[in-house]
């Protein structure tokens, strides 16, 4: 049996990540970047698809686990008849190589420990060649070299090496697994308890940046750490999640590669970032969005890799049995090729925001952004796939429209207030134009609210941000009636789904299956009932939605209602976003989506 996705907690050192489990078990960990090929893959199959656990012999899921402070180093405790032992585990600054270091601490009595280490290169497809060099267990494999620094004798059988050890209170045994391409010398050897030194200040330091000051200020301040451990530091991408292939709906094929990043979550990111404080953090996001979109707006694709790589070609892994056998194991993302009109959007929103905000327009900016203008003057009233990457027949969905005017009323904007030159009353005749057509052909007068696109009676969360994005105020009847419906027609005890599916091939996304909660979307409603006025209920759905987070507060893409646990990819950066924006519009912090959005307009 899987573990529970809310099992996990998450180590990483800006360059990668890894998933340690509550049994001991690091079960996910790509190396050297966010997208490789993981090296221990156990999370999508079994244990011999690559595992490393360190754990008392008597086994079970530790008694307690916490993060140091505001850092993202993890401590993990059990409690056994025998005394109490402690794993710290961490990934360091990068230095010439990706290190993984585990330090065992005995707290009391003497419990014995095991561990065992299985190192499967290639997605658990490649077993390495071992050797012993000196105090070092060495393997390769093609391009993958790794080293484990192990203060015990490791005994190797049957594709892995295990031991037993006990601990003592007062003992400290330090583990280091390091990374690095076959072809180069062996690396340079960390010293653990610098590292851990070093690591703790890093994330205390960057941690205390945070201008938050609320109430919500814990849950605020890790949805930050997370955010901020799921960026590529050298580029400043922000990947979606830290895992491929966690499903939406467990035993399904709702199966998909998050590990790249999305254009759509631009804007929100970037507010998050900017309105606690992390201006640099938000300079890099925005530097990566525009290396990542240079080109011909004809061009323009949804997500990227996290360099701003265009080609993610969608592959299945059939050696691996999938998350609680949920199938197929997928790596890459087709949803890349797909014409999504919101992203022109997106990437007007958040060059607008960023420039409203105080940050420096590259001079290219905007020659870029009056050329996506172009594109979307002649494509806007097209029918597209839409924000959640239907792979059914396009639509002309109402959000991809309502982004469209966003677009173009960001370039207007763009002109009143920062003396930019274009066309702005050919603009501001297209903008009037797209908001007419929009709440004449996608408004649904009989059940007073917005649909999912024209035509249809069937509803969509993203619906919601229609009020955030300046598209109509929030004391608009026609906002207040869409709120009410996706509220009444869209949740399961209480948290919303992003759109009606079912259990045939013929729904809107053409995929079989139901799936959970989506997390993003439940935020949205909370921000959504804020804004119409409805504050109790807002703060109640709030903190129901940070109940769902787990032990050390963290949460998937989606929640299932009728199972009671977290589903799909693991931790993931757009229900941690929306955490940190809701908890904002809670305490009243308005000011910076005021000055973002457009006025209301008929």
């Known amino acids: 049996m899987s573990a529970p996705i809310e099992d996990y907690a998450l180590i990483g050192d800006l360059f990668s990540c890894a998933l340690v489990g509550r049994d001991g078990s690091i079960d996910w960990l790509c190396l050297p970047r966010l997208d490789s090929p993981a090296c221990f893959a156990g999370l999508l199959g079994d244990p011999e698809n690559g595992r490393w656990q360190i754990a008392p012999v008597a086994g079970g899921k530790a008694t307690r686990r916490r993060y140091r402070g505001d850092t993202l180093i993890l401590e993990t405790e059990w409690e056994t008849p025998e005394g109490t032992v402690r794993v710290v585990d961490f990934m360091p600054e990068r230095g010439d ?127 930050l750490a997370t955010l901020k451990a799921l960026t590529y530091d050298p580029t400043g991408g922000i990947v979606a999640a830290a895992t491929t292939s966690l499903p939406e709906a467990v035993g399904g094929v709702r199966n998909w590669d998050y590990r790249f990043c999305w254009l759509r979550d631009a804007t929100m990111t970037l507010e998050a970032l900017l309105r606690s404080g992390y201006r640099d953090e938000a300079k890099a996001w925005r530097s990566w969005l525009m290396r990542a979109v240079a080109g011909s707006p004809e061009d323009l694709q949804i997500m990227y890799g996290v360099a701003g790589e265009r080609r993610l070609e969608e592959y299945e892994l059939g050696w691996l049995a999938g998350y609680e056998n949920s199938r197929p194991v997928r790596v890459g993302n087709s949803a890349a090729k797909q014409l999504q009109l919101d992203v022109y959007g997106e990437v007007a929103d958040s060059l607008y925001l960023a420039i409203n905000s105080g940050i420096q327009q590259e001079r290219h900016a905007w020659s870029l952004q009056s050329s996506m203008m172009g594109f979307v003057e002649r494509h806007w009233s097209d029918p597209d796939e839409g924000l959640w990457e239907v792979r059914g027949p396009r639509r002309h969905f109402v959000h991809s429209k309502v982004m469209t005017w966003v677009a173009v009323d960001r370039a207007v904007r763009m002109v009143e207030n920062f003396d930019r030159r274009g066309p702005v009353e050919k603009w501001r005749a297209l903008r009037d134009e797209i908001h007419r057509e929009v709440c004449a052909k996608g408004f649904d007068a009989e059940r ?34 869409t709120v009410e419906a996706v509220q009444r027609e869209l949740t399961t005890d209480g948290f919303v789904e992003r759109y009606a599916t079912g259990e045939k091939e013929h729904g809107v996304d053409g995929l079989p299956g139901r799936e959970g909660a989506f997390l993003a979307c439940s935020f949205w409603l909370a921000g959504a009932l804020q804004q119409i006025g409805r504050g109790k209920e807002a703060r109640d759905l709030f903190e129901r939605l940070l ?36 908890a904002y519009d809670l305490e009243g912090h308005d000011g910076m989506r005021g000055a973002r959005h457009a006025a209301a307009r008929p």
């Open 547 to 582: 109940d769902l987070r787990n032990d050390v507060g963290l949460l998937a893409e989606e929640y299932d209602p009728r199972l009671k646990r977290q589903v799909g990819n693991f931790p993931q950066a757009f229900s941690h976003v929306p955490l940190v924006l809701t």
């Open 97 to 223: 190589a990706a290190d993984v270091v585990r330090i065992v601490e005995g707290v009391s009595g003497r419990v014995p420990m095991r561990l065992d280490l299985r190192i499967r290169f290639d997605y658990g497809r490649a077993i390495p060649w071992m050797r012993r060099t000196g105090d070092h267990l060495a393997g390769i494999a093609g391009p993958d070299s790794v080293w484990l620094r192990s203060p015990i004798e490791l005994e190797g059988r049957d594709f892995a090496h295990r031991a037993t050890f006990v601990v003592c209170e007062g003992d400290s045994l330090p583990f280091v697994f390091t990374w690095h391409p076959s072809h180069l010398p062996a690396p340079r050897d960390v010293d653990p308890y610098e590292a851990l030194a070093g690591t703790e200040r890093f994330w205390t330091e960057w941690s205390a940046q945070c201008t938050y000051s609320g109430r919500y200020r814990d849950a605020v301040v890790r949805s």
């Open 448 to 481: 007073n609210t917005f649909t999912q696109s024209y035509g249809s009676r069937e509803l969509d969360a993203a619906l919601l941000l229609i009020p955030r994005v300046g598209f109509l105020p929030p004391n608009d009847p026609r906002v207040i009636g």
